[in-house]
Protein backbone atom coordinates (compact mmCIF):
# COMPACT_ATOMS: atom_id res chain seq x y z
CA UNK A 1 0.00 0.00 0.00
CA UNK A 2 1.08 3.10 -0.70
CA UNK A 3 2.45 5.95 1.59
CA UNK A 4 -0.65 9.03 1.44
CA UNK A 5 2.00 11.54 2.21
CA UNK A 6 4.25 10.28 -0.29
CA UNK A 7 1.80 10.29 -2.75
CA UNK A 8 0.73 13.74 -1.93
CA UNK A 9 4.34 14.80 -2.88
CA UNK A 10 4.82 13.05 -5.80
CA UNK A 11 1.09 15.10 -6.51
CA UNK A 12 2.88 18.77 -5.87
CA UNK A 13 6.08 17.58 -8.34
CA UNK A 14 3.85 16.44 -10.88
CA UNK A 15 1.58 19.29 -11.11
CA UNK A 16 4.06 21.91 -10.95
CA UNK A 17 5.91 20.46 -13.53
CA UNK A 18 3.03 20.46 -15.39
CA UNK A 19 2.02 23.66 -15.36
CA UNK A 20 5.49 25.35 -15.26
CA UNK A 21 6.22 23.41 -19.09
CA UNK A 22 3.15 25.36 -20.17
CA UNK A 23 4.43 28.17 -23.05
CA UNK A 24 2.46 30.51 -20.54
CA UNK A 25 2.14 30.24 -16.98
CA UNK A 26 -1.67 30.29 -15.89
CA UNK A 27 -3.02 33.08 -13.96
CA UNK A 28 -4.28 31.82 -10.73
CA UNK A 29 -6.36 29.93 -9.55
CA UNK A 30 -5.30 27.13 -12.06
CA UNK A 31 -7.70 24.32 -11.94
CA UNK A 32 -6.22 21.08 -12.74
CA UNK A 33 -7.96 17.95 -13.39
CA UNK A 34 -5.87 14.83 -13.33
CA UNK A 35 -7.34 12.08 -15.67
CA UNK A 36 -5.75 8.67 -14.42
CA UNK A 37 -7.93 9.07 -11.32
CA UNK A 38 -10.81 10.46 -13.33
CA UNK A 39 -10.71 7.58 -15.24
CA UNK A 40 -10.25 4.89 -12.22
CA UNK A 41 -13.04 6.50 -10.47
CA UNK A 42 -15.41 6.26 -13.85
CA UNK A 43 -14.04 2.36 -13.46
CA UNK A 44 -14.95 2.20 -9.70
CA UNK A 45 -18.34 3.84 -9.73
CA UNK A 46 -19.78 1.09 -13.09
CA UNK A 47 -18.18 -1.66 -10.45
CA UNK A 48 -20.05 -0.11 -7.81
CA UNK A 49 -23.70 0.31 -9.89
CA UNK A 50 -23.61 -3.45 -10.41
CA UNK A 51 -24.52 -3.10 -14.22
CA UNK A 52 -27.17 -0.30 -13.77
CA UNK A 53 -26.88 2.52 -15.68
CA UNK A 54 -24.66 5.83 -14.36
CA UNK A 55 -26.39 9.11 -15.42
CA UNK A 56 -23.67 11.98 -15.08
CA UNK A 57 -24.44 14.68 -12.52
CA UNK A 58 -23.54 18.07 -14.54
CA UNK A 59 -23.52 20.07 -10.99
CA UNK A 60 -20.72 17.83 -10.54
CA UNK A 61 -18.52 18.42 -13.05
CA UNK A 62 -19.30 21.94 -14.82
CA UNK A 63 -16.70 21.05 -17.54
CA UNK A 64 -18.59 20.07 -20.87
CA UNK A 65 -15.45 18.03 -21.88
CA UNK A 66 -15.53 15.94 -18.69
CA UNK A 67 -19.54 15.22 -19.23
CA UNK A 68 -18.40 13.86 -22.62
CA UNK A 69 -15.99 11.82 -21.12
CA UNK A 70 -17.60 10.29 -18.58
CA UNK A 71 -20.49 9.83 -21.06
CA UNK A 72 -17.86 7.74 -23.52
CA UNK A 73 -17.13 5.11 -20.83
CA UNK A 74 -18.74 2.21 -20.29
CA UNK A 75 -21.58 2.38 -17.71
CA UNK A 76 -22.40 5.82 -18.55
CA UNK A 77 -25.69 6.90 -20.07
CA UNK A 78 -27.43 10.19 -19.86
CA UNK A 79 -26.92 13.45 -17.97
CA UNK A 80 -28.84 14.79 -14.70
CA UNK A 81 -28.74 18.39 -15.34
CA UNK A 82 -29.18 20.83 -12.72
CA UNK A 83 -30.65 23.68 -14.78
CA UNK A 84 -33.31 23.70 -17.85
CA UNK A 85 -31.20 26.09 -19.57
CA UNK A 86 -28.24 23.79 -19.25
CA UNK A 87 -30.10 20.93 -20.56
CA UNK A 88 -30.81 23.05 -23.20
CA UNK A 89 -27.31 24.04 -24.12
CA UNK A 90 -26.36 20.36 -23.74
CA UNK A 91 -28.69 18.82 -26.35
CA UNK A 92 -28.05 21.85 -29.01
CA UNK A 93 -24.16 21.51 -28.46
CA UNK A 94 -24.67 17.63 -29.45
CA UNK A 95 -23.15 16.58 -25.75
CA UNK A 96 -26.49 14.53 -24.83
CA UNK A 97 -29.93 13.80 -26.43
CA UNK A 98 -31.05 11.96 -23.04
CA UNK A 99 -31.19 14.74 -20.19
CA UNK A 100 -33.15 14.79 -17.03
CA UNK A 101 -33.26 17.68 -15.04
CA UNK A 102 -32.65 17.13 -11.48
CA UNK A 103 -34.99 20.55 -10.12
CA UNK A 104 -38.22 21.90 -10.87
CA UNK A 105 -37.85 24.72 -13.38
CA UNK A 106 -40.11 28.28 -13.75
CA UNK A 107 -37.58 29.27 -15.99
CA UNK A 108 -39.87 31.28 -18.57
CA UNK A 109 -37.57 31.71 -21.06
CA UNK A 110 -36.05 27.94 -21.26
CA UNK A 111 -39.52 27.16 -20.69
CA UNK A 112 -40.65 28.47 -24.20
CA UNK A 113 -37.51 27.14 -25.74
CA UNK A 114 -37.95 23.48 -24.60
CA UNK A 115 -41.88 24.17 -25.93
CA UNK A 116 -41.19 24.69 -29.53
CA UNK A 117 -38.92 22.26 -29.70
CA UNK A 118 -39.56 18.80 -30.83
CA UNK A 119 -36.23 17.48 -30.46
CA UNK A 120 -35.49 19.61 -27.07
CA UNK A 121 -38.96 18.18 -25.53
CA UNK A 122 -37.95 14.65 -26.95
CA UNK A 123 -34.27 14.49 -25.41
CA UNK A 124 -34.68 16.27 -22.25
CA UNK A 125 -37.39 15.32 -18.91
CA UNK A 126 -38.38 17.63 -16.49
CA UNK A 127 -38.81 17.53 -12.84
CA UNK A 128 -42.00 18.49 -11.03
CA UNK A 129 -43.55 18.02 -7.89
CA UNK A 130 -46.53 19.89 -8.07
CA UNK A 131 -49.52 20.72 -10.75
CA UNK A 132 -47.96 24.76 -10.38
CA UNK A 133 -44.54 23.49 -12.19
CA UNK A 134 -46.92 21.71 -15.08
CA UNK A 135 -48.81 24.86 -15.41
CA UNK A 136 -45.59 27.24 -15.82
CA UNK A 137 -45.22 25.12 -18.84
CA UNK A 138 -48.22 25.64 -19.83
CA UNK A 139 -48.09 29.16 -19.81
CA UNK A 140 -45.44 29.68 -22.23
CA UNK A 141 -46.57 27.60 -25.15
CA UNK A 142 -49.09 28.47 -27.83
CA UNK A 143 -50.16 24.34 -28.08
CA UNK A 144 -49.70 21.54 -26.45
CA UNK A 145 -48.81 19.67 -30.01
CA UNK A 146 -45.40 19.03 -28.42
CA UNK A 147 -45.24 16.79 -25.53
CA UNK A 148 -43.24 17.16 -22.45
CA UNK A 149 -41.28 15.16 -20.58
CA UNK A 150 -42.05 14.67 -16.81
CA UNK A 151 -40.52 12.96 -13.73
CA UNK A 152 -41.91 13.27 -10.69
CA UNK A 153 -39.41 14.19 -7.29
CA UNK A 154 -40.64 11.99 -4.76
CA UNK A 155 -39.06 12.98 -1.18
CA UNK A 156 -37.06 9.93 -0.04
CA UNK A 157 -35.78 11.57 3.21
CA UNK A 158 -35.79 9.24 6.24
CA UNK A 159 -38.26 9.00 8.65
CA UNK A 160 -37.51 8.69 12.27
CA UNK A 161 -39.62 9.63 15.31
CA UNK A 162 -41.61 12.50 13.96
CA UNK A 163 -38.29 13.74 12.25
CA UNK A 164 -37.67 14.23 8.56
CA UNK A 165 -34.09 13.47 8.24
CA UNK A 166 -32.64 14.28 4.66
CA UNK A 167 -33.06 17.50 1.91
CA UNK A 168 -35.95 19.10 2.05
CA UNK A 169 -36.69 19.04 -1.99
CA UNK A 170 -40.19 17.61 -2.69
CA UNK A 171 -43.42 17.88 -1.23
CA UNK A 172 -44.30 14.40 -2.55
CA UNK A 173 -43.97 12.50 1.10
CA UNK A 174 -46.72 9.55 1.00
CA UNK A 175 -47.69 7.18 -1.94
CA UNK A 176 -51.25 8.65 -2.08
CA UNK A 177 -49.01 12.06 -2.90
CA UNK A 178 -47.24 10.50 -5.85
CA UNK A 179 -50.53 8.99 -7.32
CA UNK A 180 -52.48 12.29 -7.29
CA UNK A 181 -49.76 13.87 -9.05
CA UNK A 182 -48.89 10.96 -11.92
CA UNK A 183 -52.74 10.87 -12.83
CA UNK A 184 -52.95 14.54 -13.38
CA UNK A 185 -49.69 14.61 -15.16
CA UNK A 186 -50.94 11.59 -17.05
CA UNK A 187 -54.25 12.92 -17.60
CA UNK A 188 -52.96 16.63 -18.93
CA UNK A 189 -53.13 17.02 -22.55
CA UNK A 190 -49.20 18.20 -23.63
CA UNK A 191 -47.44 16.08 -20.67
CA UNK A 192 -46.10 12.72 -20.73
CA UNK A 193 -45.12 10.77 -17.28
CA UNK A 194 -41.99 8.78 -17.92
CA UNK A 195 -39.87 8.92 -14.84
CA UNK A 196 -39.73 9.37 -10.85
CA UNK A 197 -36.63 10.15 -9.14
CA UNK A 198 -36.02 9.72 -5.28
CA UNK A 199 -32.69 11.15 -4.14
CA UNK A 200 -31.24 10.16 -1.06
CA UNK A 201 -29.25 12.64 0.12
CA UNK A 202 -28.90 11.55 3.39
CA UNK A 203 -27.31 8.54 2.47
CA UNK A 204 -25.14 10.04 -1.10
CA UNK A 205 -23.92 13.17 0.35
CA UNK A 206 -22.82 12.48 4.39
CA UNK A 207 -19.35 11.11 5.25
CA UNK A 208 -19.74 7.63 7.59
CA UNK A 209 -15.91 6.95 8.22
CA UNK A 210 -14.47 10.07 9.70
CA UNK A 211 -11.07 9.54 11.37
CA UNK A 212 -11.79 10.82 15.26
CA UNK A 213 -15.31 10.28 14.90
CA UNK A 214 -15.95 6.96 15.22
CA UNK A 215 -18.91 7.28 17.28
CA UNK A 216 -20.46 9.41 15.18
CA UNK A 217 -19.78 7.72 12.08
CA UNK A 218 -21.20 4.55 13.51
CA UNK A 219 -24.48 6.69 13.97
CA UNK A 220 -24.11 7.78 10.32
CA UNK A 221 -23.66 4.09 8.93
CA UNK A 222 -26.96 2.90 11.24
CA UNK A 223 -29.23 5.83 9.83
CA UNK A 224 -28.09 5.12 6.40
CA UNK A 225 -28.84 1.64 6.76
CA UNK A 226 -32.17 2.34 7.98
CA UNK A 227 -32.86 5.13 5.50
CA UNK A 228 -32.18 2.45 3.19
CA UNK A 229 -34.23 -0.04 4.48
CA UNK A 230 -37.25 2.51 4.41
CA UNK A 231 -36.64 3.84 1.08
CA UNK A 232 -36.67 0.01 -0.44
CA UNK A 233 -40.57 -0.24 0.99
CA UNK A 234 -41.46 3.19 0.36
CA UNK A 235 -40.25 2.53 -3.30
CA UNK A 236 -41.55 -0.80 -3.86
CA UNK A 237 -45.19 0.85 -2.76
CA UNK A 238 -44.58 3.70 -5.38
CA UNK A 239 -43.70 1.78 -7.90
CA UNK A 240 -46.71 -0.67 -7.68
CA UNK A 241 -49.13 2.33 -7.02
CA UNK A 242 -47.91 4.01 -10.36
CA UNK A 243 -47.78 1.04 -12.05
CA UNK A 244 -51.87 0.99 -13.41
CA UNK A 245 -51.53 4.98 -14.35
CA UNK A 246 -48.09 4.46 -16.57
CA UNK A 247 -45.42 2.54 -17.62
CA UNK A 248 -42.67 4.24 -16.13
CA UNK A 249 -39.28 4.59 -18.41
CA UNK A 250 -37.12 5.61 -15.64
CA UNK A 251 -36.18 5.18 -11.97
CA UNK A 252 -33.29 7.54 -10.44
CA UNK A 253 -31.74 7.33 -6.77
CA UNK A 254 -28.78 7.64 -5.11
CA UNK A 255 -25.45 9.48 -5.60
CA UNK A 256 -21.77 9.07 -5.44
CA UNK A 257 -21.54 7.71 -1.89
CA UNK A 258 -24.87 5.23 -2.31
CA UNK A 259 -24.32 3.91 -5.59
CA UNK A 260 -23.80 0.25 -4.01
CA UNK A 261 -27.21 0.58 -2.27
CA UNK A 262 -28.99 2.66 -4.16
CA UNK A 263 -28.51 0.14 -7.28
CA UNK A 264 -29.41 -2.95 -4.95
CA UNK A 265 -33.12 -1.40 -5.36
CA UNK A 266 -35.50 -3.30 -7.83
CA UNK A 267 -37.43 -0.12 -8.58
CA UNK A 268 -34.23 2.23 -9.40
CA UNK A 269 -33.39 1.98 -12.78
CA UNK A 270 -30.37 3.85 -12.95
CA UNK A 271 -28.10 5.78 -10.41
CA UNK A 272 -26.79 9.28 -10.55
CA UNK A 273 -22.95 10.03 -9.84
CA UNK A 274 -20.79 13.12 -10.22
CA UNK A 275 -18.79 14.06 -7.78
CA UNK A 276 -16.98 10.42 -7.41
CA UNK A 277 -15.19 11.43 -10.54
CA UNK A 278 -13.31 13.97 -9.38
CA UNK A 279 -13.76 13.42 -5.06
CA UNK A 280 -13.80 16.75 -3.87
CA UNK A 281 -12.50 16.57 0.24
CA UNK A 282 -16.30 16.29 1.51
CA UNK A 283 -16.10 12.99 0.27
CA UNK A 284 -13.11 11.48 1.27
CA UNK A 285 -14.61 9.77 4.60
CA UNK A 286 -16.59 7.28 3.15
CA UNK A 287 -16.81 3.83 4.08
CA UNK A 288 -18.46 2.54 0.70
CA UNK A 289 -15.70 3.42 -1.51
CA UNK A 290 -11.61 4.61 -1.87
CA UNK A 291 -11.37 8.58 -2.81
CA UNK A 292 -9.01 9.58 -5.55
CA UNK A 293 -9.04 13.08 -5.52
CA UNK A 294 -9.13 13.98 -9.43
CA UNK A 295 -9.71 17.91 -9.28
CA UNK A 296 -7.42 20.62 -7.69
CA UNK A 297 -6.78 24.17 -7.80
CA UNK A 298 -3.12 25.87 -7.53
CA UNK A 299 -2.51 28.89 -5.95
CA UNK A 300 1.25 30.87 -6.16
CA UNK A 301 2.85 31.85 -2.78
CA UNK A 302 2.75 36.01 -2.81
CA UNK A 303 4.12 36.79 0.57
CA UNK A 304 6.19 35.39 3.54
CA UNK A 305 5.15 37.44 6.70
CA UNK A 306 7.22 35.38 8.97
CA UNK A 307 9.52 32.37 7.92
CA UNK A 308 6.92 29.81 9.10
CA UNK A 309 3.84 30.90 6.92
CA UNK A 310 3.75 30.86 3.43
CA UNK A 311 0.70 33.46 1.96
CA UNK A 312 -0.61 32.64 -1.27
CA UNK A 313 -3.14 34.70 -3.75
CA UNK A 314 -6.93 34.25 -3.32
CA UNK A 315 -7.94 30.85 -2.07
CA UNK A 316 -11.27 31.69 -0.90
CA UNK A 317 -13.45 29.00 -2.62
CA UNK A 318 -15.77 28.05 0.16
CA UNK A 319 -18.43 25.32 -0.76
CA UNK A 320 -21.97 26.01 -0.27
CA UNK A 321 -24.18 24.22 2.15
CA UNK A 322 -24.35 24.48 6.41
CA UNK A 323 -21.46 27.40 6.73
CA UNK A 324 -18.60 25.47 8.71
CA UNK A 325 -14.72 24.33 8.13
CA UNK A 326 -15.45 21.63 6.14
CA UNK A 327 -16.94 24.04 3.32
CA UNK A 328 -13.28 25.51 3.52
CA UNK A 329 -10.75 24.49 0.44
CA UNK A 330 -8.38 22.18 1.69
CA UNK A 331 -4.60 22.85 1.30
CA UNK A 332 -3.15 19.53 -0.16
CA UNK A 333 0.07 19.81 -2.21
CA UNK A 334 2.57 19.99 -0.54
CA UNK A 335 1.80 17.85 2.38
CA UNK A 336 1.39 19.49 6.11
CA UNK A 337 -0.43 23.01 5.30
CA UNK A 338 -2.80 24.64 7.12
CA UNK A 339 -5.44 27.41 7.17
CA UNK A 340 -4.97 29.62 10.06
CA UNK A 341 -7.84 29.94 12.29
CA UNK A 342 -8.46 33.89 12.36
CA UNK A 343 -7.95 34.12 8.68
CA UNK A 344 -9.02 30.89 6.72
CA UNK A 345 -8.87 30.89 3.41
CA UNK A 346 -9.16 34.69 1.97
CA UNK A 347 -10.76 36.41 -0.92
CA UNK A 348 -7.39 37.93 -1.98
CA UNK A 349 -4.61 35.99 0.12
CA UNK A 350 -4.70 33.19 2.43
CA UNK A 351 -1.78 32.35 5.27
CA UNK A 352 -0.50 28.91 5.23
CA UNK A 353 1.20 27.23 8.20
CA UNK A 354 2.59 23.63 8.75
CA UNK A 355 5.96 22.43 8.50
CA UNK A 356 6.18 22.79 4.52
CA UNK A 357 5.73 26.68 4.87
CA UNK A 358 8.73 27.26 5.99
CA UNK A 359 10.62 25.56 2.62
CA UNK A 360 7.87 27.36 0.50
CA UNK A 361 9.53 30.28 -1.58
CA UNK A 362 7.40 33.35 -3.10
CA UNK A 363 5.99 32.58 -6.72
CA UNK A 364 5.75 28.23 -5.81
CA UNK A 365 2.80 26.86 -5.92
CA UNK A 366 0.04 25.14 -3.26
CA UNK A 367 -2.31 23.14 -4.67
CA UNK A 368 -5.78 22.97 -2.64
CA UNK A 369 -8.81 20.65 -2.86
CA UNK A 370 -11.95 22.29 -2.91
CA UNK A 371 -14.67 20.84 -0.73
CA UNK A 372 -17.58 20.50 -2.83
CA UNK A 373 -17.31 18.99 -6.69
CA UNK A 374 -18.16 21.38 -9.94
CA UNK A 375 -18.02 24.46 -7.88
CA UNK A 376 -14.47 25.03 -8.41
CA UNK A 377 -14.85 25.37 -11.71
CA UNK A 378 -17.63 28.30 -11.79
CA UNK A 379 -13.94 30.51 -10.56
CA UNK A 380 -12.05 29.57 -13.98
CA UNK A 381 -12.41 29.72 -17.73
CA UNK A 382 -10.22 27.22 -18.37
CA UNK A 383 -9.38 23.79 -16.95
CA UNK A 384 -6.32 22.00 -16.92
CA UNK A 385 -6.09 18.37 -17.96
CA UNK A 386 -2.92 16.73 -16.86
CA UNK A 387 -1.82 12.87 -17.56
CA UNK A 388 1.15 12.08 -15.77
CA UNK A 389 3.78 15.43 -15.54
CA UNK A 390 2.24 16.37 -18.46
CA UNK A 391 -0.97 18.82 -19.87
CA UNK A 392 -2.81 16.91 -22.78
CA UNK A 393 -5.28 19.70 -23.14
CA UNK A 394 -7.06 22.78 -21.91
CA UNK A 395 -10.28 23.18 -21.92
CA UNK A 396 -13.20 25.59 -20.91
CA UNK A 397 -15.44 25.53 -18.37
CA UNK A 398 -18.96 26.50 -18.21
CA UNK A 399 -17.57 29.92 -17.54
CA UNK A 400 -14.71 29.45 -20.14
CA UNK A 401 -17.95 29.09 -22.56
CA UNK A 402 -19.51 32.22 -21.61
CA UNK A 403 -22.35 30.14 -19.62
CA UNK A 404 -23.72 30.85 -16.31
CA UNK A 405 -26.43 28.22 -15.25
Same mark, same amino acid.
Given at each position: ???????????????????????????????????? $?????????????????????? %?????????????????????????????????????? +????????????????????????? $??????? +????????????????????????? @? +????????????????????????????????????????? @????????????? +???????????????????? !???????????????????????????????????????????? !?????? =??????????????????????????????? !???????????????????? @??????????????????????????? $??????????????? %???????????????????? =??? =???????????
Amino acid at each position: MSDPLVDRNRLWSRLDAAVEALPEPPATPIAVVDLD $AFDTNADDLVRRAGGKPIRVAS %KSLRVPELVRRALAHDGFAGVLAYSLAEALWLHETGVS +DDILVAYPSVDTAALRRLTSSPSAA $AAITLMV +DHTAHLEAVDATRASRAVPVRIALD @V +DAGLRLGGQHIGPKRSPLLDTADVVVLARAVAGREGFRLVG @VMTYEGQVAGVQD +DVPGQRTKSLLVRRLKQAST !AQLAVRRREISEALAPIVDLELWNGGGSGSVEATAADPAVTEVA !AGSGLL =VPALFDHYASFQPRPAAFFGLRVTRKPQPTI !ATVHGGGLIASGPTGADRSP @VPWAPPGLHLTGLEGAGEVQTPLTGHP $AALLRIGDLVWFRHA %KSGELFEHVRDVHLVRGDRV =VDV =VPSYRGCELVF
